[in-house]
């Protein structure tokens, strides 16, 4: 039998204004670039005027975004030490920096974060506006009565919650936890933006917190995007062949949801 909520969340992505009501879920930000702790700009600045190769390669690794591309970078930035085993390494990736220029090397390192990079923290703004009629309160607050209530609280602090109370086992916070008619909901929200690659491990991240058993709690999972529009995408197939039963929806399905349970 097809859980409910999931084929009224496929209805709704392929029927009906489905993306104008999610924008009020996920709203998209303005690319505004990124900031740069002015001290950091600073000894960049010197050390490239200087052209103090291997102190221009220890300040750039700190940044967010390194000013360019290369295979090398992720090592340096997990093992620094090897810095000064490698000076011709350092020497290449100083030599590409001094040719872009010093308003080019600027304008690599304070580019905006991509688009489906700023979506994480979107879902708790989003249920700090009361969609679902009520705020999301404290661990303290959520634990002094069994009323109607949503959990907010660190990753942290929402694993802890759920491994000592349901017997929750993935070592992850949630991004939903709640008490609906005495019942309690927990799970993860995920918007998938496009198919392949990380928004594949992103769906397939959520499923596993689905199908981690736990008492005394239901598990969703919270899902929007590209999964419910009718296509011949191994994703899309999976949902209504492989999990047709499962307890996956649309934010915008949560509401109801949560208040018929």
Request: aromatic content about 12%.
């Amino acid at each position: 039998m097809r859980f409910k909520y999931l084929h009224e969340s496929i209805k709704l992505a392929n029927n009906y204004d489905y993306l104008d009501r999610l924008y009020n879920v996920y709203p998209i930000s303005n690319n505004i670039r990124r900031n740069i702790n002015k001290e950091i700009i600073e000894k960049l600045n010197s050390s490239y005027i200087n052209q103090d190769n291997l102190e221009l390669i220890k300040q750039a690794l700190k940044l967010d975004l390194f000013p360019i591309k290369d295979s090398y970078v992720a090592f340096l930035k997990r093992f620094p030490f090897s810095l000064e085993k490698n000076p011709q390494t350092v020497n290449r990736l100083a030599g590409i920096m001094y040719e872009l220029g010093w308003d080019k090397f600027m304008h690599n390192i304070t580019e905006p974060k991509e688009s489906n990079r700023q979506m994480g923290n979107k879902f708790f703004e989003w249920l700090d506006k009361k969609p679902l009629g009520l705020k999301p309160v404290s661990i303290d607050i959520f634990t002094m009565n069994d009323n109607n209530a949503i959990l907010k609280a660190s990753d942290a602090a929402s694993m802890k919650f759920a491994k000592e109370n349901f017997g929750y086992s993935r070592n992850k916070g949630l991004d939903f936890v709640a008490r609906f008619n005495k019942k309690y909901i927990i799970g993860e929200a995920k918007f998938l933006t496009d198919f392949g690659g990380h928004q594949n491990a992103q769906f397939e991240d959520a499923l596993s917190t689905l199908n981690t058993k736990v008492e005394n709690a239901t598990v969703v999972a919270i899902l929007d995007g590209v999964l419910f529009a009718q296509s011949k995408n191994k994703i899309h197939e999976s949902l209504i062949n492989d999990y047709k039963d499962k307890k996956i929806l649309s934010a915008l399905m949560l509401r109801e949801f949560c208040y018929s349970i």
